[in-house]
């Protein structure tokens, strides 16, 4: 024990930093909850913003060992431990939750039981009543204990991972082999199903079958245009997709054999609806304009047939004008002002 008393008076100090402590140890659990569930993405941020919340809770815990050491009565042996184990939970902690997917949730009681079990082993320090009937002997047996054995075997275990294995990087290499098998088949699959799918097309189809397949990018755009063009009643298709809002995926409409006075008014009213959305209030402004930008050979060929688009072409120019912050919005208004002019 250590030679000088303790520092008599309430705890104000270590009580509120335990409180402090729970509080973080409670984002800390719920964050950890989050990073096993979910996509990707969210898993990702979740781990993260528990790496964050959980070094600000190992900072109170080790706060709580000083105050349990200078103004308490926890054994300096306990202490010069303490010195040792804190950052090393840590560090524990973090290699327990990069290995529990491949070696077993049962690694994720580190990050949860590691940080109460620290966080009462020096609240128990710094009070020494406590200490008659929680003897140092069996606490520090029990708590101690705990927390060296939460540290130790994820430590173990992150030294065991990057040691020369052969067996176990064999058995990781098979593992990979078939998911990548499984994703092979798996895209052969949806490929097959795919062509199978696209294969039923014909004059007697919708538009809208063949508009996943637009694209350019996609590997059957020509083909799909092809098909699309002997859509018997691409005309009154056109016209309900540019209505349910469609207009981004109708860059091609102009490659289409439609008819430009079917369309027309459908397109204009699609027009005036996107280029509302070119507002500096919008996070997406720009890369709004950016899509409709794509539309400028709709807007030719429904321009050059005499198509009346002076009111939606205005306002797109107008709103263009009040965003823009380079040359190619600018560009993209000009060439807008200069169709509404006509030759």
């Known amino acids: 024990m250590k030679g000088r008393p303790a520092v008599s008076g309430f705890p104000y100090g270590a009580i509120g930093l335990f409180v402090v402590a729970l509080l973080l140890y409670a984002a800390y659990a719920a964050l950890l909850l989050d990073s096993r569930s979910g996509d ?3 898993r990702g941020m979740a781990m993260g913003l528990a790496a964050i919340v959980g070094l600000m809770l190992w900072i109170a815990i080790a706060g709580l060992f000083a105050l349990a050491w200078f103004n308490g009565r926890l054994p300096a042996w306990a202490a ?5 184990v804190v950052p090393l939970s840590g560090v524990a902690v973090a290699v327990a939750a990069g290995l529990s997917d491949d070696r077993g949730r049962w690694l994720m009681a580190a990050p949860f039981l590691l940080p109460p079990v620290l966080a009462l082993y020096a609240l128990w320090g710094r009070l020494p009543g406590l200490h008659d009937v929680l003897p140092v002997a069996p606490t520090s047996a029990v708590l101690g204990g705990m927390a060296v054995l939460l540290t130790a075997v994820p430590l173990a275990l992150g030294v065991l991972e990057v040691l020369p294995n052969a067996a176990r990087d064999a058995a990781e290499a098979e593992r990979q082999r078939l998911l990548e098998e499984d994703e092979r088949q ?7 199903e795919e062509e199978a799918w696209f294969s039923q097309l014909g004059p007697t189809s919708s538009l809208r ?20 063009r002997l859509v018997l009643s691409r005309n009154a298709d056109a016209v309900a997709l540019l209505k349910e809002g469609r207009l ?10 439609l008819d430009p006075a079917a369309v027309c008014d459908a397109f204009s ?19 709004i304009a950016m899509d409709l930008e794509r539309q400028l050979p709709n ?13 939606a072409l205005a306002d797109l120019e107008r709103r263009l004008r009040a965003v823009s912050d380079s040359p190619r919005f600018d560009a993209f208004a000009d060439t807008l002002a200069s169709i509404r002019r006509g030759p």
């Open 40 to 42: 990707a993405a969210g």
């Open 80 to 84: 010069v431990a303490a010195i040792a």
């Open 186 to 192: 798996r895209l052969e699959e949806l490929r097959r």
């Open 209 to 228: 079958d063949y508009l996943p397949y637009l694209p350019p990018g996609n590997a059957r755009s020509r083909q799909t245009l092809a098909g699309a």
């Open 248 to 257: 981004p995926s109708l860059a091609d409409l102009w490659q289409l054999d």
């Open 269 to 287: 009213s699609a027009l005036r609806t996107e280029a509302v959305k070119i507002d500096r209030t919008r996070s997406n402004h720009l890369s």
């Open 299 to 311: 807007i030719s060929w429904l321009a050059g047939a005499r198509c009346d688009l002076d009111e």
